[in-house]
């Protein structure tokens, strides 16, 4: 069964400290995804990448970076984590642009304390 | 960005009952998606709709593209408490490299 896999289901971290959130596609799939979800919000993109090690900025990239050194890895870093970035953060992938549906993985419930 | 407006927010029903969900935009897009969402998973996807008019059936589910490609809806039949859950509508653009915009969502509960 192809999947996205996140690394983590719950993670709590402290304020100050740097996060790497890791996301693993076993699809071959071209294109990938970070969005947080947050209640009445929805889901906002943070960052997505088309190609190894090429990344694009999403509608909330502040305080977000990503890293794409293989095609099925895709990891989101909390430079600096602060309580406002305690939320759900799902990875995605799709196998290219032109509105092909996205494989989620499960979620990283993060809680920054 | 694109807006989509998805209504209502929340819907709670009997089982048995049959429902519409509604997905809203004033653009126009090339494709529409549906997702289900149950809580603490991620979304899964259940259908794409491409063409102007479009229906397709999953089993009870019904999904409808409008024919202005600005639109589309969601019909369940006899819902059942399987079907709790948040849908999502998301639409992609007409061209060029773009992400999915996606709707804040339906949450459906459906009681016994």
């Known amino acids: 069964d192809v999947k996205v896999t996140q690394s983590s289901r719950y993670l709590v971290k402290r304020t100050g400290e740097k996060v790497f959130l890791e996301c693993v596609q076993d699809m071959d799939h071209e294109n990938m995804f970070w969005y947080r979800q947050d209640p009445g919000l929805g889901l906002r993109l943070i960052y997505f990448?088309?190609?190894?090690?090429?990344?694009e900025k999403g509608d909330i990239p502040e305080g977000y970076s990503v890293s794409r050194e293989k095609k099925e890895r895709f990891s989101l870093i909390l430079e600096s984590a602060s309580t406002n970035q305690t939320s759900m953060y799902l990875c995605a992938s799709s196998l290219r642009q032109g509105g092909y549906g996205y494989t989620f993985g499960s979620g990283t419930r993060l809680t920054v304390v | 960005t694109q807006l989509l407006e998805q209504s209502p927010q929340f819907l709670s029903i009997q089982e048995g009952e049959n429902l519409t969900v509604y997905c809203n935009s004033s653009s126009v897009f090339s494709s529409l998606q549906w997702y289900r969402q149950e809580p603490g998973e991620g979304p899964v996807l259940l259908v794409t709709v491409v063409t102007g008019g479009e229906v397709k059936k999953l089993k009870r589910l019904t999904f409808q593209f409008g024919d202005a490609r600005k639109d589309s809806s969601l019909h369940i039949t006899a819902a059942q408490p399987g079907d709790t859950g948040l849908y999502l509508c998301?639409?992609?653009?007409?061209?060029?490299?773009?992400?999915?915009?996606f709707g804040k969502g339906t949450m459906l509960l459906v009681s016994p």
């Open positions: 998301a639409g992609a653009r007409l061209s060029g490299y773009s992400t999915l915009t």
């Open positions: 990448s088309y190609d190894v090690k090429m990344k």
